[in-house]
Structure formats: C-alpha cells, structure tokens
C-alpha cells in the first residue's frame, strides 16, 4: 500500500492522536492536527495533504461540512473521510451533499479507517487518470 499525507480535522485530542498513531501503523504521513474550520484551511494550504479524515463537530462556529464544502470548492480537490459521532439523519444528509469519499463512526476501528483510505484513495487516483 503507498503511504499517503493525510490531515486530521478533530477537535478531541485523544482521538486525534488515536489516529494519528493508527495511520503511522500502516506508514502514512500525519501532516498536522487542526481542531477547527480556521487551522484547517491553514494547513490544508501550507501541508498540501493527500487525504483529510475530518470530524464534523469542531471548535468555533464552522463544523466539518463546512470545511468539506471548502475542499470540494479547491481546484485541486482532495478526498476527505468524515469520522464522527454524528449519525443523525440530519448530519448524514448534510455529509452526503459534499460527496465524501467515506463516512466512518466513532469510536474508530483501525482496520476499517485503512481500508476506507485504501479505497478512498485508490477511487481519486483512478479517477485522476481519466481525460
């Protein structure tokens, strides 16, 4: 499997660093922890990561979709995976409409948070081949 550079969106210290050890287990590159919309965008532009697994509960008044809805506006869009506790109808609806590349529930199995960015990851490129 490539190993891939993957920003964290999480405003809970503890799971994000639970992450971060999970993808260091299969050899991917954590290029930083924000734990709002604001730090995300920040990084998103100085890291240039590969993939973001992104909560969609943070701090401030921006959430996660928000922050989806920014990378989907990118003209070099990247994958994003939400990973959260919010399953409600409402949320679901509000995920879907920015078309992740997976939505994960906490609390997180490592072996399926792999294999979602295994096939996340393997869709973009393929679809970054065709004309």
């Known amino acids: ?10 405003d809970e210290i503890l799971i ?3 992450i971060k050890r999970y993808l260091a287990q299969k050899g991917h590159q954590v290029v930083g922890i924000a734990i709002s919309y604001e730090e995300a965008v920040h990084l998103y ?3 240039k990561p590969d993939l973001c697994v992104l909560d969609i509960r943070l701090n401030g008044i921006r959430n ?16 994003f995976i939400f990973l959260t506790s919010q399953v409600d109808q409402r949320n ?15 609390p997180i ?12 990851m393997h869709h973009y490129l393929e679809q970054s081949k065709s004309p």
């Not at 996660?64 to 994958?79: K, N």
């Not at 609806?93 to 906490?106: D, H």
């Not at 199995?109 to 996340?120: F, G, P, V």
């Open 109 to 120: 199995q490592r072996e399926s948070l792999w294999a979602t960015i295994e096939i996340a």
């Open 1 to 10: 499997m490539t190993a891939f550079r993957i920003l964290i969106v999480e």
């Open 64 to 79: 996660g979709i928000d922050f989806a809805h920014f990378l989907r506006e990118q003209i070099s869009s990247i994958p």
């Open 16 to 18: 994000a660093d639970s």
């Open 92 to 106: 679901l609806t509000a995920a879907k409409e920015t078309f992740p590349a997976g939505y994960l529930s906490k």
């Open 45 to 47: 532009h100085q890291k």
